[in-house]
């Protein structure tokens, strides 16, 4: 009868400790959340792309629709698996040219946790029938930046720039050219990546994005803004350059500095799309 006891308390206590360590992964499993986006990394006349980051593994959902309050259509890609950081794209097809929409990203089932992640309501136009030419469309000053730590840097938020020359030992030199904040016909999206080392790295090239976040290690930080893919009335070249020794990327539309950069060890990249001269 002891033996029968024994045995049994021995299976209760084996039952408690795998639920309490069942407890414990849950409890160090990470909440799902949106640590970046949702944001529109193409409008096309009937088609468009969008994206989003996650904390975590998780659903790829995206409701949208015409009316904000009713967000009837739903399109969504392979659930994304991981434990770390994860980028969520999906593509919407079958949408009217100059035409508004509203969507809302959605991630469920996060990994270890179960749980699920709601951005709010944004909304895009896509391009064609009627849809603003870039020349009608506003514009907004590309802030240029620089430490001989980080290299430089580039936003077009005032605010972003002011902070980082205020706290992040960084210098403002002044403005680049101009940008779209919304995607236009002609124009194509700006990528912004940070790299581990703390330099930042912008392309129009989704793949080459990417495979710095996947291979590099770098991390998705959104959509600077709108650059024309081609040279458009008001537009001059944006030259790319990289330095391997120092890995600051390095972007100008002065011919004459490009080609003292190349002289100081840059390697010219070309040119990676065309900005505005003026606000206006």
Known sequence: MKKVQSRRGKLLLL????CL??????????????????????????????????????STILRYGTDQNSL?????SPYKEGAGNQTHRVHINGLQPGAKYYYQAYSGQGQGTGTEATSPVSSF????????????????????????????????????AQGVAA????????????????????????????????????????????????????????ITGYIASS???G??????????QNRDHFYTTDASEKAGAVQQGYKDEGVAGYIWTSQQ
């Open 72 to 76: 009837s259509k739903t399109a969504q």
């Open 235 to 244: 537009t001059t070249a944006l030259y790319r350059l990289y330095n391997a």
């Open 21 to 58: 360590a069942a407890i414990l992964v849950f409890a160090q499993a990470q909440k799902l959340m949106i640590i970046n986006g949702p944001v529109v990394e193409s409008a096309q006349p009937n088609n468009t792309t969008i994206a989003w980051t996650t904390n975590t593994g998780g």
């Open 167 to 222: 706290t992040g030992g960084m210098k403002l030199e002044g403005t680049t050219g101009y940008l779209l904040a919304q995607a236009a016909d002609g124009t194509v999206p700006l990528f912004r990546v940070l790299l581990p080392g703390g330099q930042h790295f912008y392309t129009v090239d989704a793949s080459e994005r990417d495979g710095a976040v996947k291979n590099n290690g770098g991390k998705f930080e959104g």
């Open 231 to 233: 040279q458009q009335p």
């Open 15 to 18: 039952a408690a400790m795998a």
């Open 125 to 160: 136009v896509t391009t064609g029938n009627g849809a603003a030419a870039p020349q009608a469309m506003s514009r907004t000053a590309l802030y240029r930046l620089y430490s001989a730590g980080a290299g430089h840097f580039y936003t077009s938020s005032q605010e972003e």
